[in-house]
């Protein structure tokens, strides 16, 4: 017997599936006519400039080198390259000298992927390769002897590449930015109010669920920081872009201080966490702190997105710091001093995340802590 309502739950993820892979080819409009530009190109340039009659590996290097991002076009078609030059002489040499055959071609793989692993460090750069050896020996066989026409064939593909990337509809690194630092922020506020919602109702497993999530942010953070390099990579090599650069700048230094907040955000829930397995008491007021504190980076969510309104972010985060600070004036409780001191440091994270420096950031919070 079919379960009830299988079909129409199956039918719902079926169009949920459908927008998110629509969604998916609208937001990837510009790889896909970066690609066709460059292959077009580094064929016409292979064939009709440098005069080889099927330039293979032209377009295949174009391809893989677009499909890496921005922050590893650059070192990537570079790798792409000197593996194909490895693969392609390796398998050109051998063949000339011992002929085509499945012994040969055996012999040729388990050459090129030994010099693979000699010169690379990636996985990606032995099987570059090891593939460029086969290809050689099964699709494009040498036929007029030992020739680097090829190696020629795969640079022109990949500098073709790149200069596409750089001059044809070049991505927004500003708006990447936004989107990247959303997520992180989000989650670091919601993991503040978790940690908030579990030292009020002195709830271990709440606590615990915390640091979990605290854990989990690191992926998004992850994202962010390459998001960042991305930027910077895109405004050094896009004439388009080199406009946006201070921005970007601006933003890279925002990651690296989110990061050091995500790092102090753990610390907190680790401490929530033993504070209320040793039944320790825990004033009120320092989840009123990390409530506010929640609310700064909700702050900086927001003004990062926007671009403006970053003044939002300083009152919540002094606030935050001043509450905690004078929680101490009635406890010495070892477990309230750490969570404090992880207070003052993510509100410092913060404000230096807003441009101020660290030394004005440290400032202003113990000021405000009095």
């Given at each position: 017997m079919i379960p009830e309502g299988l079909f129409e739950d199956a039918a719902e993820r079926s169009r949920v599936s459908m927008a998110t892979r629509w969604q998916r080819v609208r937001s990837g409009w510009r790889v896909m006519l970066q690609a066709a530009v460059a292959v077009a190109i580094s064929w016409a340039v292979a064939k009709w400039l440098w005069g080889h009659a099927a330039p293979f590996f032209a377009p295949?290097?174009?391809?893989?080198?677009?499909?890496?991002?921005?922050?590893?076009?650059?070192?990537?078609?570079?790798?792409?390259?000197?593996?194909?030059?490895?693969?392609?002489?390796?398998?050109?040499?051998?063949?000339?000298?011992?002929?085509?055959?499945?012994?040969?071609?055996g012999l040729a793989v388990f050459i090129a992927v030994g010099l693979g692993m000699f010169f690379g460090t990636s996985q990606l750069f032995v099987n570059q390769v090891a593939i460029s050896a086969a290809l050689v020996f099964t699709?494009?066989?040498?036929?007029?002897?030992?020739?680097?026409?090829?190696?020629?064939?795969?640079?022109?593909?990949?500098?073709?590449?790149?200069?596409?990337?750089?001059?044809?509809?070049?991505?927004?690194p500003v708006r990447i930015l936004r989107g990247a630092a959303r997520p992180v922020l989000d989650e670091l506020a919601a993991t503040l109010r978790d940690i908030a919602g579990a030292l009020r109702t002195r709830d271990e497993g709440a606590a615990e669920d915390s640091l979990v999530r605290a854990r989990g942010i690191d992926e998004f953070g992850e994202r962010f920081f390459a998001a960042a390099q991305e930027g910077r990579s895109t405004t050094r090599y896009s004439p388009a872009r080199r406009r946006a650069r201070d921005t970007v700048e601006f933003y890279a230094e925002a990651a690296a201080r989110i990061d050091l907040a995500v790092r102090n955000v753990r610390v907190l829930a680790r401490g929530s966490m033993r504070a209320l397995a040793l039944d320790e008491n825990v004033p009120p007021e320092v989840a009123d702190a990390l409530e506010d504190l929640g609310h700064a980076v909700q702050a900086l969510a927001a003004a990062l997105e926007s671009g403006e309104g970053f003044d939002a972010v300083r009152d919540p985060a002094l606030r935050a710091a001043s509450t905690a600070t004078h929680v101490l004036d009635g406890t010495t409780n070892l477990s309230v001093s750490v969570i404090v001191g992880q207070i003052r440091s993510t509100a410092t994270d913060l404000l230096t995340g807003i441009g101020m420096t660290y030394e004005e950031a440290t400032g202003a919070v113990r000021a405000a802590s009095g």
């Open positions: 295949v290097s174009a391809i893989i080198a677009l499909g890496q991002s921005y922050y590893e076009r650059g070192r990537r078609a570079a790798e792409l390259v000197f593996a194909v030059t490895i693969g392609v002489a390796v398998a050109d040499l051998l063949a000339f000298q011992i002929g085509e055959g499945v012994l040969q071609l699709i494009t066989p040498p036929t007029g002897g030992f020739s680097f026409a090829r190696t020629l064939d795969a640079l022109t593909g990949g500098v073709v590449a790149l200069g596409v990337a750089a001059l044809l509809l070049p991505s927004d």
